[in-house]
């Protein structure tokens, strides 16, 4: 007891042995929200085995596997076409986010069921990351990292968790994962065709593109 | 809804990490007692009733049948120490949580402020008016 304290902190000796020896704590740990993500990245089945390094975490080359990428109906790659500036512009692969997110959605299930396990640290995970949406990067590089304020889940009323938060929980894991780690992958990613991946004049790209339209359509 | 876990925890946290108390002239001028005297205290008299204890079992002046209870007494007394300094070390283990980079400031805030106190922290002193028993 002291200036610190409302009123004195007691901790009885058996009750903590008691919450010990059930695997628990007095104060909820966060889960290493990052090392879970990445290792959840290698799981998920949009990459290669040989995309996975040594230490078990994704190649900085890693890229999503072909067959999550938008195609045309003659076979080519849809390219989303990104203005580079002064007039030149570079295809870039357009991705099926639909059918990522089919994929990966029964791992996230699984991951968040795992982490269900221990619903004080589930809480933990959603008031330090889960329930802003902010990165372990963006926590780095703040003063103080950000917390959940007033959307945060409070231990003593919250726990065990109801059904409606279980499920909330999920989906915005599911949002976490997709926005911090997966999408990085499905984005701004080049051409795995070498001559797609070259720079051009955008003018011609979109006369190009108009004269494709048109003889696909049988309009000249 | 004001959070008050939030708030103190978040306090607390800048109190320790600003190092602002060795800026403190009225403090670095002064003396601090952090010698809370834990086991000290708790096994105040326990040399006495120890002694008793023992000399009823020799001297055959027990209350119960075949000295069974002032037996168990004596174990209970002699496996204390240990039982203590496991609990405390549980205790100080637990408290350690509190210092992890991503500690959950919604956790009670008590805990942050208790282990301010145990690893003895400038400004959680018998001085500064804390007590632990």
New interface residues.
């Given amino acids: 007891?002291?200036?610190?304290?409302e009123n004195p902190?007691v901790?009885n000796?058996s009750s903590?042995?008691a919450i010990?020896k059930a695997n628990t704590?007095?104060?909820?740990?966060?889960p290493?929200i990052n090392k879970d993500m990445l290792r959840l990245l290698t799981e998920i089945g949009l990459f290669s085995p040989d995309m996975v390094g040594e230490d078990g975490e994704l190649s900085a080359t890693a890229k999503i596997s072909e067959e999550y990428v938008m195609m045309n109906p003659d076979g080519s790659f849809d390219y989303e076409i990104v203005d580079i500036g002064n007039g030149k512009g570079r295809n870039v692969l357009k991705y099926d986010l639909n059918k990522i997110e089919k994929k990966v959605t029964p791992f996230i299930n699984a991951e968040v069921a795992g982490l269900m396990d221990s619903e004080q640290e589930a809480?933990?995970a959603w008031?330090?990351y889960i329930s802003k949406d902010t990165s372990v990067e963006e926590?780095a590089q703040m003063a103080?990292?950000a917390?959940?304020?007033?959307s945060?889940?409070?231990?003593?009323e919250d726990l065990p968790l109801q059904q409606d938060k279980k499920v909330l929980f999920e989906s915005k894991y599911k949002e976490y994962f997709m926005n911090n780690y997966l999408l990085k992958f499905a984005s701004n990613q080049t051409p795995t065709v070498k001559e797609d991946a070259a720079v051009f004049d955008l003018a011609e790209a979109k006369k190009a593109k108009a004269q494709k339209f048109l003889d696909d359509n049988d309009l000249n | 809804m004001e959070n008050k876990n939030l708030l103190q925890n978040l306090y607390l946290k800048q109190f320790n990490q600003s190092n602002a108390i060795a800026y403190s002239e009225e403090f670095v001028s002064s003396t601090s007692d952090y010698n809370f005297q834990l086991l000290d205290n708790a096994y105040r008299n326990t040399g006495k009733i120890y002694a008793k204890i023992k000399i009823a079992i020799e001297t055959n002046k027990c209350t119960s049948e075949h000295c069974a209870l002032e037996l168990a007494q004596l174990k209970q007394l002699e496996q204390a120490p240990q039982v203590s300094l496991d609990f405390l070390s549980s205790i100080v283990s637990e408290l350690s949580t509190t210092e992890e980079p991503t500690f959950d400031l919604n956790n009670n805030y008590k805990y942050t402020a208790a282990n301010s106190l145990m690893s003895g922290r400038p400004g959680f002193s018998k001085t500064d008016g804390y007590v632990l028993i």
């Fill in positions: 007891m002291g200036p610190a304290f902190l901790i000796n903590l042995a010990l704590s007095l104060i909820a740990s966060t290493d809480v933990a008031n330090v926590d103080q990292d917390n959940a304020g007033a945060s889940w409070s231990y003593e």
